[in-house]
């Protein structure tokens, strides 16, 4: 079964810096996708950026950016110039075969 | 643009009752996903229905059960309601099924709290 592992449970930074979540995962799958999901304190679910893991160049969504490594079953996601707006529980996500599986989130707090 | 449609948002009920949840996939979706994340956790999946027929099955109790109409909507039926399925129940879809990898949309997610 695969697996997500998120192992920062907190972060926090000022606003305008740069952060970087961390995300591994564990497949013996070749073709998958993986995902970043940002839950605001609304609990709704919003898509940030996706991946797929055929393809080489990381994927980038204006201030949202991953560093994929496919190898070392890596997937970060940086957020540059980060706003307030960012402060919220981030899931990394991975879809193969079978269902969506998540990681264990990572609560960002972006200070003013 | 159209989102995934679940209702009702909020639902306050007692145990051992009965809940339905309602969810409406975005047009032309033909796959329905449910999730359920409890306090503090990260969404665990219960079931999907691709084409109206189930396609994967997760932790959902044998208390729970769900389907998708011909119209793609789906409901979650949940019975002998326990306090521990007091949680966010997330509805979510996509078009062609998961193994498409095509991006999975989720709902604004139904609280329901047993008590």
């Known amino acids: 079964a695969q697996t997500v592992t998120q192992s920062q449970p907190e972060m926090s930074v000022q606003e305008a810096e740069t952060v970087t979540l961390s995300c591994t995962y564990d497949?013996?799958?070749?073709?998958?996708?993986l995902f970043w999901y940002k839950q605001p304190p609304s609990r709704q679910m919003i898509l940030v950026i996706r991946?797929?893991?055929?393809?080489?160049q990381n994927a980038t969504e204006n201030r949202f950016s991953v560093n994929f490594q496919k190898a070392a079953k890596s997937f970060s996601l940086k957020i540059s110039d980060s706003q307030l707006g960012d402060t919220a529980m981030y899931f990394c996500?991975?879809?193969?075969?079978?269902?969506?599986?998540f990681g264990q989130g990572t609560r960002l707090t972006i200070n003013p | 643009a159209a989102g995934v449609i679940q209702s009702p948002r909020h639902l306050i009920k007692e145990k051992r009752e009965t809940a339905t949840l309602k969810c409406y996939p975005i047009?032309?979706?033909?796959?329905v996903y449910w999730y359920q994340q409890g306090p503090g956790q990260d969404p665990q999946f219960l079931i999907s229905?691709?084409?109206?027929?189930?396609?994967d099955k997760g932790s959902i109790p044998d208390r729970f059960s769900a389907q998708q109409f011909s119209d793609y909507h789906s409901e979650l039926n949940m019975s002998s309601l326990e306090l521990g399925d007091s949680a966010l129940y997330f509805c979510?879809?996509?078009?062609?099924?998961?193994?498409?990898?095509?991006?999975?949309?989720f709902g604004e997610g139904s609280w329901l709290t047993v008590v």
């Open positions: 979510a879809s996509s078009p062609q099924g998961y193994a498409s990898g095509n991006t999975i949309y």
């Open positions: 497949t013996s799958e070749n073709n998958y996708y």
């Open positions: 991946q797929e893991a055929y393809k080489q």
């Open positions: 996500a991975f879809q193969g075969a079978q269902k969506l599986v």
């Open positions: 047009p032309r979706h033909d796959t």
């Open positions: 229905f691709y084409e109206k027929m189930q396609s």
